[in-house]
């Protein structure tokens, strides 16, 4: 066996020697959703297959985190900051908030809408999304829903959705890390993909760059890509005959903040009050274009890591009863990137808008301004993301259109392109990952089936005895 050389402890513990994994049944690049689809594939292929498949899973970045930041003291902004190529990938430090599409939205996905209940209700269980987070549902939760819905009858307010369980603990796919490994799934850490080798509408060959700067072949039945928008481009263009037909969409993300003094929801004590983290559900005037916005306030001593999502966005000292108040709009866009664009921004999709996405944000921002000044916000200062940097991105190939119902890229046999890089046909204001982690699932069913049939030339399972 060939001794991994990784310069780091997690590594050596739990990824491989690239020559290890040279010829996987399936092999995952991108261990994002990539990684957290592994569990859901391992499920399916024992209970459909009776056999295991040997499951091989990528990427160009380190095992440097072991699990969700924010269940560490460590800081994220920073590491943030550094770049998100990890395994893990944004999953290691992403901000857990897990709204479902609107119901009129989810309606237009071809899928059956009983199917992709139970696969929601599946995904947020995992998730802990159905769990009440630590330190709410007390003084500060209670009186804001009471007021947001009073003030505010034509939107829904409620608790927020967050892959937070009732201990507090942050959802990344790092958690199933170590059972998949005894399991015999193999992780290749550092290896960044360069090459797809075609040959009959088929991805024979897979190559990239490991850490010991030699290039290394492997050689998958099946290659689920899983590596996010931009890098996509790169690789898929080298399997499209044609051009490749983007429709990549985004989110308009506007925050605002500000802290309000003690006393202003009674004289309750900071842990009577608790936290408050809540979702109104919005459409815009004119088109119905959905947004959401979630609205957080919590007392300062409390806006710390262990009780407050993305806490870190603020800091500040001053007196620990302060409440400090944080809204953040997430909105569905009238319009996709235009695929040409006269942005002189090398090659990659440009981050511009048309007139009625920017009129939307003064219609967001009053909204946003009006909630403020009800829970006494006044003046609030608000932040808008540009696009393309809130990590929000989805959508680049289409059901439908690129890809198939199960993601499965058209004219290649064996190569699948999970969400959020490629989406169903239809836009709206929820944030990636949860939706992905649903239809990521048609994708793992698909592949299953595939190894299923006997015809595929794919039949002949691997069968791995380690760890079954
Ligand atoms: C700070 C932050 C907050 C967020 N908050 C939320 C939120 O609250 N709710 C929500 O729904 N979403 C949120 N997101 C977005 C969410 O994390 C992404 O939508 C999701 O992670 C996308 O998954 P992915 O697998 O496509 O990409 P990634 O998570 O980026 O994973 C892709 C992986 O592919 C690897 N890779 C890239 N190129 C190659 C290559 N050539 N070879 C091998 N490997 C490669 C990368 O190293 C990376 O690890 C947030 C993201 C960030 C960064």
Redesign the pocket.
Known sequence: MIKSRYPLIFENAFCSHPAECAYPDVLI????????SVPYLRREIKSKLGASLRIVV????PLDIPTHLGNTPFP?LPI?AAG???????????????PRPPERMLSLWPYSKDDLGRRFNFVEEKLGVLDPIPMSGRGLELCLLDLLQNEFPMYRTRVAP??INRYGHRYSPLDDLPELKQLGVQFLAR????HLEMADCTVSAVS?QWLDGQSYTLFPKIIVL????E??L??LRQVCCDSLPLEASDHIRIDLHGSLPRGSFGSKQADELGVAVLLMECSSREHQIPFHLEIKVAPRSLWARGFM??ADNLRGAGDDETLWVQIQAIAAMHDRFPVMDLLNIGGKISPVMLPRDIFFHAEIGDLMHRVASVIGLNPPVFTIRPLLT?????GALRVGQAVSSKFQFHGVNNLYV????SFVAVDDD???????LVLSQYAMDSIVSQFGKSTSGLAGATTLEQGQ
């Open positions: 690049i991108g261990s994002g959703i990539g990684l957290a990528v990427d160009a970045g994220r943030l998100t190529e990890r395994i893990g990938g944004k999953l290691s430090l992403w901000g857990l908030s897990t967050l892959a290896f960044h993909c360069e990239g899983a590596v996010g928008i890098p996509s790169p690789l999502v993305g809130n990590h929000h991105t989805y999970l969400p959020p890089t929820a944030n990636p990952a949860l939706k992905s």
